[in-house]
């Protein structure tokens, strides 16, 4: 398999990444992110998402307060204060009565990230979220889906992918490496029938 496609390799590259070394984040590069995502592609193109930057510092930390991080670590695991993300972008829905739009957020989510990845930011997407504080922190109207957080930041981390032994939960080594499993391409794929 031939791995000189530059979307192919940042694909395979691309982690999600919870531990962000503390440097700015250029706004018109997070401005890019959001240009990437509002060419994903959306069910009969109703384009129901809209996005929210934050790169403030305070609005930061009130997002970080909103998030819940890396369920399967145990003890209860999130960045400390040196680590953390220094912007997020919110995916909003504006319209809550289409169906579809759950995999506009996919597909504008992955443009995101993989964006940030080409650009050799870190990102990790975030569902497990208090909306409510968000949307008080950032005074998003009460009729405004807030659906994900995308936290972003430069890598202060690596993790490694492996083969699925006994469990999908992701895990830390005695390093604090994070370990990923992921299931096998000869395990996934079915040629023409199952």
């Known amino acids: 398999m031939s791995n ?17 070394k503390q440097k700015p984040i250029l706004l ?23 996005f929210c930057i934050v790169n403030d510092k305070d609005l930061c930390l009130k997002v970080f307060e909103a998030l819940s991080w890396a ?12 680590e953390r993300p220094v912007a997020y972008i919110i995916i909003l829905v504006k319209d809550s009565k289409n169906l579809w739009y759950l ?11 993989l964006c940030a990845e080409g650009e050799g930011l870190a990102s990790c997407i975030l569902c497990k979220i208090d909306k409510e504080k968000i949307r008080k922190s950032l005074k998003i109207p009460e009729q405004i889906i807030i659906d994900s ?7 202060a981390e690596q993790s490694i992918v492996e083969d699925i032994v006994d469990s999908v939960k ?3 080594d005695e390093k604090e490496v994070l370990h990923v499993p992921k299931r ?3 395990d996934i794929i079915h040629i023409n029938k199952y």
């Open 184 to 186: 096998k391409l000869e």
């Open 28 to 50: 018109d590069l997070l401005k890019k992110f959001v240009n990437a995502a509002r060419l994903a592609p959306s069910a009969a193109n109703l384009q129901p998402l809209e």
């Open 170 to 172: 992701y895990y830390k």
């Open 149 to 155: 957080v995308i936290a972003l930041g430069y890598k």
């Open 71 to 82: 369920g399967y670590i145990k003890p209860k695991w999130s960045p400390m204060e040196n």
């Open 103 to 113: 995999r506009d957020v996919s597909f504008a989510a992955s443009n995101i990230v």
């Open 4 to 20: 000189n496609n530059e979307v192919y390799r940042t694909i395979i590259k691309r982690r999600s990444i919870r531990r962000f």
